[in-house]
């Protein structure tokens, strides 16, 4: 690789996950979309797609 010559993964597109991780979403979402979340809001996504809104006391 040259110094200062950057590409892009043609199998990720950039999203640095490999394509198993991102062909299995939860709620429609990848973990790609969701990496930069807190933790808090990744137990709720999960959660509310689970059919539990309510749980751990989220709202």
């Given at each position: 690789m040259m110094a200062g010559v950057?590409?892009?993964?043609?199998e990720c597109g950039g999203q640095r996950f490999q394509a198993?991780?991102?062909d299995?979403?939860?709620g429609g979402r990848t973990i790609a979309v969701?990496?930069?979340k807190s933790v808090?809001?990744?137990e709720?996504?999960?959660a509310?797609?689970?059919g539990?809104?309510?749980?751990?006391?989220?709202r």
């Open positions: 950057a590409t892009t993964c043609e198993a991780a991102l299995h979403p939860l969701d990496s930069g808090i809001v990744i709720h996504l999960a509310c797609s689970a539990n809104p309510g749980a751990r006391g989220h």
